[in-house]
């Protein structure tokens, strides 16, 4: 994977070689955007810079030792911490930033921490890696990468660099798709809508049926809904307390797409429809359903899932409460 390869992104692309190209490395920066959009890819992509033993034109060679470690995630000069795994990042692996930026690089010129969901570093593992941004070794890159980057420290985000990457379009994804993976292009036309500008969404859709058993479970909740049957719509969402953040967050990402079909329909857009393949389940939950009805309902769910950054949020609670909400809006 090139700068080239990477879908979209030319600002920040152009940004990072023009570090490569001045040979500046001793910097925290922050990657920061949606999901799924290719951050960490390049943040791989601009560490290989960094080290790469024969640079050209500002480009990694993809092929010398360094290139071909740090590719594999297997550089010594590489540490990456992954907060996406247990959505919290601890004190631990605070330390473990400490330890490795300690000493001198073994192979490279520069050693590299690239730290996936940044947003999840607790307090006080926060402040502790904040030592080290504070007086950053001349040896050392930090790569911070975040979707949420305003639950950052704000004396974390005034040392870094800040790079910011954007929603891919519609049809960069169709694209992407259709070159890589074998699919229709209807499918491809679909799932590159229901990502909502996130390429690591569609191909997540594409790996399994997870994403298809979700959005029935979430149609039918919508039709449970309509019918006042509260106690099925709940139970049909399989809410429980163990589930992650990520989990309900998805959940509701989807109502939130057929909630705006059904907005859709009932304008009479139906042609604008992301669901395509629903559209006869849109059809029979509108039935009855006012315009403004539906405006309402769609407002509350966008501003929930913006309002979605407390990350002890208990799932079965923040169920119920939209739940009960969306029933009183239909049948205020």
Same mark, same amino acid.
């Given at each position: 994977?090139?700068?080239?390869?990477?879908?979209?992104?030319?600002?920040?692309?152009?940004?990072?070689?023009?570090?490569?190209k001045r040979k500046i490395f001793n910097r925290t920066f922050l990657f920061y955007g949606p999901q799924g959009i290719g951050k960490f890819t390049t943040a791989l992509v601009f560490s290989q810079g960094i080290n790469c033993l024969n640079l050209n034109d500002n480009n990694p060679c993809f092929n010398c030792r360094a290139c071909l470690l740090i590719g594999n995630l297997k550089h010594p000069d590489l540490l990456v911490i992954d907060g996406s795994i247990n959505a919290n990042i601890k004190i631990e692996d605070s330390f473990k930033v400490h330890d490795f930026?300690?000493?001198?690089?073994?192979?490279?010129?520069?050693? @590299?921490v690239i730290i996936r969901?940044?947003?999840?570093?607790? &307090? %006080?593992?926060?402040?502790? =890696? *904040?030592?080290? /941004?504070?007086?950053?070794?001349?040896?050392l890159t930090v790569i911070l990468i975040s979707s949420h980057p305003h639950l950052l420290l704000s004396t974390i985000l005034s040392r870094a660099v800040k790079v910011q990457f954007f929603s891919l379009?519609?049809?960069? @994804?169709?694209?992407?798709?259709?070159?890589?993976?074998?699919? &229709? %292009?209807?499918?491809?036309? =679909? *799932?590159?809508? /229901?990502?909502l500008g996130s390429l690591g969404k569609a191909i997540d859709y594409i790996s399994?049926?997870?994403?298809?058993?979700?959005?029935?479970?979430?149609?039918?909740?919508?039709?449970?809904?309509?019918?006042?049957?509260?106690?099925?719509?709940?139970t049909n969402l399989g809410i429980q307390d163990k589930d992650s953040r990520e989990e309900s967050l998805k959940k *509701?990402?989807? /109502?939130?797409?057929?909630?705006?079909?059904?907005?859709?329909?009932?304008a009479g857009y139906s042609h604008l429809m992301i669901n395509i393949d629903l559209e006869r389940?849109?059809?029979?939950?509108?039935?009855?359903?006012?315009?403004?009805?539906?405006?309402?309902?769609?407002s509350f769910i966008v501003s929930s899932i913006k309002s979605t950054t407390d990350y002890n949020v208990?799932?079965?609670?923040?169920?119920?409460?939209?739940?009960?909400k969306i029933k009183d809006y239909i049948y205020a």
């Open positions: 994977m090139s700068f080239e390869n990477i879908i979209g992104q030319e600002t920040a692309k152009k940004i990072l070689q023009g570090f490569l930026a300690r000493t001198l690089p073994l192979e490279g010129k520069f050693k @590299i969901d940044a947003h999840h570093f607790t &307090t %006080e593992a926060a402040n502790n =890696l *904040l030592k080290i /941004l504070e007086d950053l070794p001349e040896y379009s519609q049809e960069q @994804i169709e694209l992407f798709l259709l070159g890589n993976y074998e699919i &229709t %292009e209807g499918r491809a036309h =679909l *799932l590159s809508g /229901l990502s399994g049926d997870s994403f298809i058993n979700m959005r029935k479970s979430v149609i039918d909740y919508l039709y449970f809904l309509k019918n006042n049957r509260l106690v099925d719509a709940f *509701l990402e989807i /109502l939130s797409l057929l909630v705006r079909d059904l907005l859709m329909y009932s389940d849109i059809k029979e939950i509108c039935e009855g359903l006012d315009f403004e009805v539906i405006q309402e309902c769609l208990n799932p079965t609670l923040f169920w119920d409460k939209i739940t009960i």
